[in-house]
């Protein structure tokens, strides 16, 4: 009887002893996981902290720039109009770091024969780096997508642009009779965010530009701050719905047979920086009549600006030393 009690005893005491191992090994395991996740925890903490340093960080240098970008639009609006978009312009021009001038030339999906007429009156013969750095002048053929967009007329233009490197392609605007408008304020809007240059000349491709000329002319405006130069005119206001220049918003101008404010023919004519960022930065208010060049005129109409009727730019007139004449195509 008492062999069986010390045999009992010995295997409670066995019993404990492994009873003890097991809560000591959970112990220690349970203690290794909870370091492991203090660990992980401390790095986790470290993630975000540092996180929360690089945002703050990065939120004081965009304050920093945004205070910069007040400071430069409140002094160019002391200037002028619009916003300053300071832009990597050719310095090697000689016209204060800037271009003299970009000249778009509105053309559409049916003239490529005229584009290459009009290639051959360049002085270098394409709108080339040299001519960029020689005169001062950008050359951009301007034209939209069409309404099917992809299909062979993007595809050729497409083609044509990767030829001759002289194309800006608006590819938010579809390509239509009556959308030059809208196609000529996103020009003046396209190029003067595109461009740093004293002028933005908005040209039809079908008449000839002397180029020597106009950056002669352009260049004789250079100190005025504001200039808005074309062949300027006046003219009955067409409230006939069958005639050529029909105005749907011809009461606007007042009664039948009233007079359109002087603008500038639309064939050619120019904007100086200022007045092209002005259209940049209110283009979603600016209203677009039928005709692009009355649209145009309009929204120089009520701003402090230099009109300058120069009838070397008349080029559907006869003129001596005229800057471009229209040729018979």
Request: net charge negative.
């Amino acid at each position: 009887m008492a062999k069986g009690s010390s045999l009992l005893r010995l295997l409670m005491v066995i019993s404990s002893v492994f009873a003890c191992l097991y809560t000591a090994g959970r112990l220690w395991q349970d203690a290794e996981m909870w370091s492991l996740l203090v660990k992980m925890s401390e790095q986790h903490v470290e993630q975000v902290m540092m996180r929360f340093l690089f945002d703050a960080h990065s939120c004081r240098d965009q304050e920093k720039k945004l205070a910069e970008l007040e400071m430069e639009l409140s002094a160019t609006k002391n200037q002028g109009f619009g916003s300053m978009i300071e832009l990597s312009g050719n310095a090697s021009t000689g016209f204060g770091g800037k271009l003299l001038a970009v000249v778009g030339i509105m053309t559409s999906f049916g003239t490529r024969s005229r584009r290459e007429s009009i290639r051959k009156t360049w002085p270098e013969g394409s709108a080339s780096k040299k001519l960029e750095d020689g005169k001062g002048v950008v050359i951009r053929f301007v034209i939209g997508r069409s309404a099917n967009r992809g299909d062979m007329s993007d595809c050729r233009v497409d083609l044509e642009s990767t030829e001759t490197n002289d194309f800006l392609i608006l590819n938010n605007h579809v390509e239509g009779d009556d959308s030059l408008p809208m196609k000529t304020k996103l020009f003046f809007s396209r190029a003067a965010e595109s461009w740093d240059a004293h002028f933005y000349v908005k040209v039809d491709d079908d008449v000839f530009v002397d180029i020597d000329k106009l950056g002669t002319m352009l260049a004789s405006h250079l100190k005025k701050p504001r200039v808005y130069v074309g062949c300027m005119k006046s003219g009955e206001v067409v409230s006939d719905a069958n005639a050529q220049w029909y105005e749907p918003e011809w009461w606007r101008f007042g009664e039948e047979k009233s007079q359109y404010y002087r603008h500038a023919s639309g064939q050619l004519y120019g904007l100086s920086r200022a007045l092209a960022l002005y259209i940049s930065s209110n283009s979603a208010s600016l209203r677009e009549y039928r005709n692009e060049d009355v649209s145009v005129g309009g929204w120089m109409l009520g701003l402090d600006m230099e009109l300058v009727d120069d009838r070397s730019l008349c080029c559907s007139l006869p003129v001596t030393g005229g800057i471009c004449t229209t040729p018979t195509w």
